[in-house]
């Protein structure tokens, strides 16, 4: 579990560093969200790219199908062609999707810009079980609500007790932006 969260506990702290190195040298000033998330986001997707021969592999497509089988995906995210069943609510629900996608990294830069990457973090670890509950709900081209199990409940239930534990912890006054630029003189 500690490995799943290695790359966006990375992304996180070099992104707080990023925030933390323009208000040094902007003397005050700060990098736009906006202008961070497209660089996250276009990284992301170059690596993708060049990460797709093997990605596909674990797909279980094979790399000479994986052409059809993005052709099929556009298809079905333009509701176009033969691809019916399982392509409803295209492409409204994709683009929903993106959007709500979007607005959430924002948020989270935004958290991140004023806070740190550990409040950060856990902020992202906290949507998890809310999002887990609400795809439980009987959503419109989900199908039937399923129920959540007792474990579920219980360490959702932990979870949310350390979060509220650690946000109302008295912190020994030391900021991080003030450790950072101790750090860099």
Known sequence: ????????????????????????????GSVDLFVVNSYGSAFQALFICLLLPFLSKLWGVPFSQLPNYLKDGAACFLNVGKLSSGCDGAPLLPILFIIVNIGFNIALLHLLKISSAV??????????????????????????????????????????FGLLVYAWTPSNGCSSSASFSEAST
């Open 119 to 160: 409040v950060s973090c856990l902020a992202s670890t906290f949507s998890v079980p809310i999002s887990i509950y609400v795809f439980t709900l009987p959503l419109p081209y989900l199908g039937v609500a399923s129920s959540l199990p007792t474990g579920f409940v219980a360490g959702a239930i932990v979870l949310v």
């Open 1 to 28: 579990m500690i490995v799943s969260f290695l790359l966006q506990a990375a992304d996180t702290v070099v992104k707080e560093l990023i925030f933390l190195d323009a208000n040094r040298k902007l003397k005050g």
